[in-house]
């Protein structure tokens, strides 16, 4: 009877604990996002040196796109996709717990229904590159 309280009492001192020095570890581990613009144009990367982008395991990543037309992102291995509206910035959002390289493709220009092969080509716009820590 006297040991069930003591393992409740622990649990519960447990979960307080857990509650408490939670947010602390998470505002202390948790750095800023890393924010990167990645403007499209031409149903392409405006900047070119942006086909690599490099980051480390365990960061935040927020990839800003904007697209001169309507787009529709995938980004491979960590399978996120993303609409983007022309001329509305979209973010991209990568916890990067896996590392490798990724590739960010482009499956549709356009409308949603264009249906050319142009619009509806898998292009790798650029590869997310996740090195370990
Ligand atoms: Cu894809």
Same mark, same amino acid.
């Given at each position: 009877m006297a040991e069930g309280r003591v393992v409740l009492g622990v649990a519960v001192v447990l979960i307080v604990a857990a509650l408490i020095v939670d947010p602390f570890t998470r505002a202390a581990g948790a750095a800023d996002p890393i924010r990167i613009s990645v403007p499209i144009k031409n149903r392409t990367? +405006?900047? &070119? +040196? =942006?086909k690599s982008i490099r980051i480390t395991q365990g960061d935040l990543l927020e990839l800003v796109f904007t697209s001169d037309e309507r787009a529709e992102l995938h980004l491979h291995g960590y399978d996120l996709h993303l609409n983007v509206e022309a001329g509305v910035p979209a973010v991209l959002r990568v916890d990067a717990k896996f590392t490798g390289r990724f590739p960010l493709e482009s499956? =549709?220009?356009? *409308? +949603? *229904?264009? &249906?050319?092969a142009a619009a509806r080509s898998h292009l790798t716009l650029l590869h997310l590159e996740v090195y370990p820590k």
């Open positions: 990367l +405006a900047n &070119q +040196a =942006q499956h =549709q220009f356009g *409308t +949603a *229904t264009e &249906q050319s």
